[in-house]
């Protein structure tokens, strides 16, 4: 929600003239500067967290390795080269910005071509496993759907006969002591067990999914996802358990109006932020409205982009760069610091 709501703020009707500002500088290899916010991802601002945004002694972010950052690359494709396939390709994954240090990580560590750091294919599938299994267990704590629903549904989707859903329901009723809810059991309690047990049953069938692609991921043939291999046992269950999460839990009244503040706070501070980032630098006057929004903006974020700012040629690599600011700013915020400062500036 909070990458739609950013990109949003750079599709709406007020800002396409500041986006249509950066689409003449193709004549330097930059076409890429407007489609970076207009399709923003929180990927790519991943990897520019981790190699700039971080500051410690250097201009190097957290100075990680070159295995590490080409591990943390899920996405290897720029704003202007995104395409359905393979799978890699399918967002944005890098930024302008960083795009020639990603080139560099990945020539060091020999990945060429489409090829993927065989640990990203692991992360990656960790990640899907524990939002499929948390995001249900969060809809069960919040009461939205209750445990016998979400046995009733998944067996909807997958059959009586899927191993891995037998397989989940059979520990659950163990670690619980039980063979079916009973009042006694707080919800809670099955919503913890279902997240241990349902994590604890995709893992083994994605590892042998990794085992037997391990091949082709090596040599940078294999364009898929591991839990989503006709090979792995966990493919439907998994898929079952995002369905219902997008039927159950996305769209229940809580989460849309979380969804809907959100984006009013994210576009607010944007607004707010690029008062001060539009023409702010080292030398703004604190007493004026565009100085104390560009002072108030985190003193990492101002450092990089004043280094940033002094390397740019061309007006639109400028604009780039200070757009970049606001957009560092807000992303790298949590969400109770930006409520919270949202909340000072309309209200105090």
Not at 126 to 133: A, E, K, M
């Amino acid at each position: 929600a909070g990458e739609v709501a950013i990109q949003q703020w750079f599709h709406a009707d007020r800002n396409k003239s500041i986006v249509d500002s950066l689409r003449s500088d193709a004549e330097h290899g930059n076409a890429r500067y407007a489609q970076d916010f207009l399709a923003f991802d929180g990927n790519a601002q991943t990897v520019r967290l981790i190699t700039k945004l971080q500051v410690l002694a250097d201009e190097f972010g957290l100075n990680l390795t070159c295995g590490t950052l080409a591990a943390a690359t899920k996405y290897i494709a720029t704003s202007d080269n995104i395409s359905d396939a393979p799978h890699q390709m399918s967002k944005l994954g890098v930024f302008a910005s960083e795009a020639d240090l990603i080139q560099e990580v990945r020539a060091e560590v020999g990945l060429e071509g489409y090829a993927r750091h065989p640990v990203t294919f692991v992360v990656e599938a960790c990640d899907d496993i524990v939002y499929s299994s948390v995001d249900l267990e969060d809809g069960i704590k919040k009461g939205v759907i209750s445990w016998d629903q979400l046995v009733d549904e998944l067996t909807a989707e997958v059959g009586d006969s899927s191993p891995i859903l037998t397989a989940v329901k059979n520990r659950v009723s163990r670690q619980l002591g039980c063979h079916k809810p009973v009042d006694h059991i707080d919800q809670d309690a099955f919503a913890q067990a279902f997240r241990i047990q349902s994590i604890g049953r995709v893992v083994p069938a994605v590892r042998a999914v990794f085992g037997r692609r391990f091949n082709e991921i090596d040599m940078g043939t294999y364009g898929g996802e591991l839990l989503a291999d006709d090979e792995c046992e966990a493919k439907a269950y998994v898929e079952a358990c995002k369905k219902i999460a997008r039927k159950s839990v996305y769209a229940c009244k809580d989460v849309l109006r979380l969804e809907l503040m959100g984006r009013k706070i994210i576009h607010d501070l944007m607004d707010v932020f690029w008062e001060g980032a539009r023409i702010g630098s080292v030398k703004a006057k604190a007493k004026d409205y565009p100085g104390k929004s560009y002072r108030l903006i985190s003193s990492n974020y101002r450092h990089v982009f004043e280094q940033q700012l002094a390397e740019s040629k061309g007006a639109e690599a400028e604009t780039y760069h200070r757009l970049q600011l606001v957009v560092d700013y807000v992303a790298g915020m949590t969400d109770t610091f930006a409520r919270e400062l949202h909340r000072r500036l309309s209200n105090g």
